[in-house]
Every structure is written in structure tokens, then in C-alpha cells.
């Protein structure tokens, strides 16, 4: 059974920075595409970032300049850095692999003065 698990979130200001981050266990991520999505509520998820098993990223043009994917083979962990971070950001923020597995709990994000 694979579980993905999410954390980092939290309560920030506008222009502050977070770093989010994905545990696997159950599955080793070093094969896979790893992507990361949000959901604000009673809306779908919407496609973040993503990095492939060699390292090759790419962004939704939202995040584009502000977001930084990553991924550490060692520790089975993918993390996203978020930096000057606006309200629009408010999300849950999740993680999966491609092809996708079932997804985490997800978590908060909340950009607010």
C-alpha cells in the first residue's frame, strides 16, 4: 500500500515563503513523475509543479518564478519551496506520482495580512 503524506503548511503573510513536503512509503519515488496540485474547497485540483526522475521541472505559469520543485531519492521525499507567496495561493496542496497513486490528506496553505 503506498501513502503519500504531505506537510509544511500553515498560516503565512503575503510575500513570505513556505517549504512544503511529500513522504512516500510503500513505494519508492525515485522512478517517478512527482507532481504537486492544489484544491481550494468545492473547486478540483489544479496542476502546480512538477519534476521528472531526472531532475527536469515544470510549473503552471501561476507559480511560475515563485515555486521550486525538488525531490530527494535518499529520504524518498518531494518538496516544493514557495516564495513570495500571495493570497491567491490559498490552497490545500497535495502531491502524487505519474501515473497516479491514491491521493494524501493534503495540506493547508493559507496566505493572509
Known amino acids: 500500500q503506498v501513502q503519500l503524506v504531505e506537510s509544511g503548511g500553515g498560516l503565512v503573510q503575503p510575500g513570505g515563503s513556505l517549504r512544503l513536503s511529500c513522504v512516500a512509503s510503500g513505494r519508492d519515488l525515485s522512478i517517478y513523475i512527482m507532481e504537486w496540485y492544489r484544491q481550494i474547497p468545492g473547486k478540483q485540483r489544479q496542476f502546480v509543479a512538477r519534476?521528472?526522475?531526472?531532475?527536469?521541472?515544470g510549473y503552471a505559469d501561476s507559480v511560475k518564478g515563485r515555486f521550486t520543485i525538488s525531490r530527494d531519492n535518499a529520504k524518498n521525499t518531494v518538496y516544493l519551496q514557495m516564495n513570495n507567496l500571495k493570497p491567491e495561493d490559498t490552497a490545500v496542496y497535495y502531491c502524487?506520482?505519474?501515473?497516479?497513486?491514491?491521493w494524501g490528506l493534503g495540506t493547508q496553505v493559507t496566505v493572509s495580512s
Open positions: 502524487n506520482t505519474a501515473p497516479s497513486t491514491k
Open positions: 519534476i521528472t526522475a531526472g531532475g527536469g521541472t
